[in-house]
């Protein structure tokens, strides 16, 4: 396994938690959401990158331990499997997942600017496919 600069699982927060308001936002509840399996395995799985990048940030002491709630939400997602209840996870995506936005927005804003331009070109290019990625990355610069 090759080691990831710290920096880049911030940028895979970000990138995931913009997946999960993409999709998220197509549906109007979260039975919809939950009973168009594609987009509730989608959310659930960039769910669970958050919960692991996080996991790891706070590991290497760039979240601070309050972010250990996103690593449980993770967990609980993962061990529950069918028992997951959609109006949770509806609830965090709607209550809770901005504000986490918002933080990791702030710890990319730490990143040394020459960093900060290589990691954005770098993953323009991995999502250019991904028009609303690479549009928000773009703005970014």
């Not at 996870?89 to 990791?104: A, G, P, R, S, Y």
Request: charged residues 30%; negative net charge.
């Amino acid at each position: 396994m090759s080691k990831r600069v710290n920096e880049l699982y911030l940028f895979d927060i970000l990138i995931a938690i913009l997946k999960i308001e993409n999709v998220s936002n197509r549906y109007s509840d979260a039975e919809d959401l939950k009973y168009d399996f594609m987009s509730w395995d989608t959310v659930i799985r960039e769910f669970e990158i958050v919960g692991e990048a996080t996991n790891i940030l706070i590991k290497n002491n760039i979240l601070d331990d309050d972010s250990r709630v996103v690593v449980d939400f993770r967990n609980l997602l993962i061990h529950h499997y069918f028992g997951i209840d959609a109006h949770e996870v509806w609830d965090v995506i709607h209550n809770d997942l901005k504000e986490f936005l918002l933080l990791i927005l702030k710890k990319i804003g730490f990143i040394d600017k020459e960093i900060y331009m290589e990691l954005i070109d770098d993953l323009s290019d991995e999502v250019k496919h991904i028009n609303f990625i690479y549009d928000y990355l773009q703005g970014m610069k």
